[in-house]
């Protein structure tokens, strides 16, 4: 069975500023894909970046960025210039290939700091 | 997400009283998901869709059960509400073969007093 793991149940940064959340994950799978979700206080969940596994190229979504390291099974969001709005819990997922149901890790709470 | 909507979205019910969660998808997706959302825990699978009449259990299945008679529809049913089951519950759905992430409903806070 998978597990995700995040370690960091709560964290803050200045506006403007850059901060990373980790993520790791434990599978026996070669191929899957990997997510970072967003829930802001209106309990939408909003996807932020997705990664698949067997491109070794980092996804990129404007601010957003992540470090996928496949050997350390880490998959780690990195937001730059952070705004007032990115203020909510970040939720990261894995999904096998063929699978359709996620898995994911208990959530990392964020603060935006004026 | 305007394709899905769940009803109703709060709700206070008592210990040991029936309740029935409704997902109304108009996205046509084969899969729909039940999670529940506790703090600690992320997201946990209840049950899943994989068409109509065809479910399945996920992590977190006892003392719930689901239907599914269309495809737009995906219920979901405490049958004797517990407080362990005090939750946000959200529902997804999947287009199928499309691993791009699930389409989410805006959740039910469900309080058992």
């Not at chain 1, 957003?64 to 937001?79: D, G, P, T």
Request: glycine share 6%; net charge neutral; aromatic share 12%.
């Amino acid at each position: 069975a998978q597990t995700v793991t995040q370690s960091q149940p709560e964290m803050s940064v200045q506006e403007a500023e850059t901060v990373t959340l980790s993520c790791t994950y434990d599978t026996s799978e070669s191929n899957y894909y990997l997510f970072w979700y967003k829930q802001p206080p209106s309990r939408q969940m909003i996807l932020v970046i997705r990664q698949e596994a067997y491109k070794q190229q980092n996804a990129t979504e404007n601010r957003f960025s992540v470090n996928f390291q496949k050997a350390a099974k880490s998959f780690s969001l990195k937001i730059s210039d952070s705004q007032l709005g990115d203020t909510a819990m970040y939720f990261c997922a894995f999904m096998k290939v063929y699978g359709q149901n996620f898995v994911f890790g208990p959530g990392t709470r964020l603060s935006v700091l004026p | 997400d305007a394709g899905i909507t769940q009803s109703p979205r709060h709700k206070v019910t008592e210990t040991g009283t029936p309740v029935t969660l409704r997902c109304h998808q108009t996205e046509n997706h084969r899969y729909m998901y039940w999670y529940r959302q506790d703090p600690g825990h992320g997201l946990r699978l209840i049950h899943y869709s994989y068409g109509v009449k065809d479910t399945d259990k996920g992590e977190v299945s006892d003392g719930y059960s689901v239907s599914r008679s269309k495809t737009e529809d995906f219920l979901l049913t405490l049958e004797s509400a517990t407080s362990s089951q005090t939750s946000v519950y959200f529902c997804a759905t999947q287009l199928q073969g499309a691993n791009y992430g699930y389409t989410f409903g805006s959740g039910t806070r469900l309080t058992v007093v």
